[in-house]
């Protein structure tokens, strides 16, 4: 089984509870206005990898010491099969191991149609952040990128772990990014406020330094 993957990390600090294995698919099917991962867009299988190599990687970026995955896009559910057997992966590890990670999923999905049409892969999760991004409603919520977006808990362990973010309102500590350098490119991680991207990229302006692609515009 192959997945298309735009990128992979660890630690991720910022899109839940712990140090998270941030797993990014590629290919989304919605596309979002205002959307600050639009490089994840375009189906391409240049980046498919197998779904065994990916949870190899995991387990030796790790090294048993992992506190959650966080599986985001792109768009998940728009690669069932793959997603499925990937969930199905990371409970085996998990079992195997007697490790406690929690699995959390972003989709831009509504919750209405992922139980619809998805519901044996929800009950692979622990946690899931659904809805599409809606660009002029606020960032108010730690993880989420527009209010409209809840945080729906899907396990006894999502319950534990995350129970308190539930409504909680976005503080300064929910606000980092984490900066990452890949050669010549730049990564990001976390949820920018409203503005924040063209910002950075205004004050590289001025520092004549010119950003020759950005993943926030086609």
């Not at 199905?88 to 929690?102: C, E, I, N, V, Y």
């Not at 209010?147 to 534990?160: C, H, I, K, T, Y």
């Not at 350098?181 to 590289?204: H, S």
Request: net charge neutral.
């Amino acid at each position: 089984m192959k997945i298309a993957i735009n990128k992979a990390h660890y630690p991720v600090t910022v899109l839940g509870p712990g140090r998270r294995i941030g797993i990014w698919l590629q290919g989304c099917g919605i596309g979002c206005k205002g959307c600050v991962s639009q490089d994840t867009w375009a189906t391409d299988s240049s980046k498919e990898m197998t779904v065994a190599g990916l949870l190899t990687w995991c387990r030796d970026v790790s090294a048993g010491h992992v506190d959650g995955i966080t599986i985001s896009g792109g768009e998940p559910f728009d690669q069932p099969q793959a997603l499925s057997a990937l969930l199905d992966g990371l409970q085996q590890w998990r079992a195997s191991t007697a490790q406690d990670f929690d699995i959390l999923c972003y989709s831009g999905y509504p919750l209405a149609t992922l139980q619809k049409k998805h519901a044996n892969l929800l009950q692979k999760l622990d946690a899931l952040i659904p809805e599409p991004f809606i660009d002029n409603k606020p960032l108010t919520q730690a993880w989420r990128g527009s209010s409209n977006q809840p945080l729906v808990l899907l396990s006894d362990r999502g319950r534990a772990r995350m129970q308190a973010y539930v409504d909680a309102p976005v503080d300064e500590h929910d606000k980092r990014i984490q900066t990452m350098i890949d050669g010549q490119r730049v990564w990001y991680v976390g949820i920018p406020a409203r503005g924040d991207m063209q910002a950075l990229e205004q004050r590289c302006a001025e520092r004549g330094l010119k950003l020759d692609s950005v993943s926030w515009r086609p």
